[in-house]
């Protein structure tokens, strides 16, 4: 899995039900001629997400389907000017392509790396913990990571334990989902989860320090599983 789900500004609340597949969306079918859907990995109320084989390349990747008509054509047109800017980094989830499924089905997608591994979800929770260096590490690593992205003008602005990755085997943290990241010049309002929001998100706008902060949450969290 590669890319996350969830809401953001002006989309769908995250009690909604999770929108439904398209029919010609099923594991097995071949889109655009290139693409061999696997494996469904992941779902929410705005997108999709396959793990896919790329016939051409030989490798496997994951797609994420915009499949809320509603607010792709705009989700797609911020990522588009989100993306070059994103930094190759080893903690950052690298985009490998962006485009629209032919006809008839002409959904946004957006394919990325596949990252062999999960989310921090289930470490959040009393399923499973880490042990404190660990968290330490990944503290660490991902500092590094949201340092660079900042570096290229570019505010995350959704940090929370179901967008990040612990890479397989060495657990290696990996940022997902960028769809609803921003370019610093551009980040107004709220936007992300309200749990992981700054206090002052709501009057000072988006910025680096907001980030951080949601970092800072979600480190809270491993540590207190609360």
């Keep these: 899995q590669a890319l996350g789900m969830t809401t953001g500004p002006g989309r769908k609340d995250q009690s909604d039900p999770p929108a439904p597949a398209p029919q010609e969306l099923e594991v097995g079918a071949i889109l655009d001629g290139k693409w061999r859907l696997d494996e469904e990995i992941g779902k929410g109320t705005f997108a999709r997400v396959y793990r896919v084989f790329n016939l051409d390349h030989q490798r496997t990747y994951a797609m994420k389907v915009l499949v809320d008509t509603d607010n792709a054509d705009l989700a797609l047109h911020e990522f588009n000017e989100v993306q070059p800017l994103l930094p190759t980094h080893p903690n950052v989830v690298r985009i490998v392509w962006m485009d629209r499924l032919a006809p008839p089905l002409g959904h946004p997608y957006i394919v990325s790396e596949f990252v062999d591994g999960e989310t921090l979800t289930p470490y959040c929770a009393d399923e ?3 042990a404190w260096s660990d968290i330490k590490r990944i503290g660490l690593e991902l500092l590094d990571a949201l340092q660079a992205i900042h570096e290229r003008g570019v505010y995350h602005r959704d940090i ?3 967008n990040i990755m612990l890479e397989l085997p060495a657990h290696r943290p990996k940022l997902i989902y960028f769809n609803i990241a921003a370019k610093a010049t551009e980040a107004k309002g709220r936007a992300g989860t309200r749990r992981y929001w700054a206090p002052d998100v709501t009057t000072a706008g988006w ?7 949601s970092l800072g949450v979600v480190l ?4 207190v599983h609360r």
């Design 128 to 130: 499973r913990r880490l």
């Design 160 to 162: 929370k334990p179901p």
């Design 207 to 213: 910025g680096a320090h907001a980030d951080l902060f």
């Design 220 to 223: 809270y969290v491993l540590v």
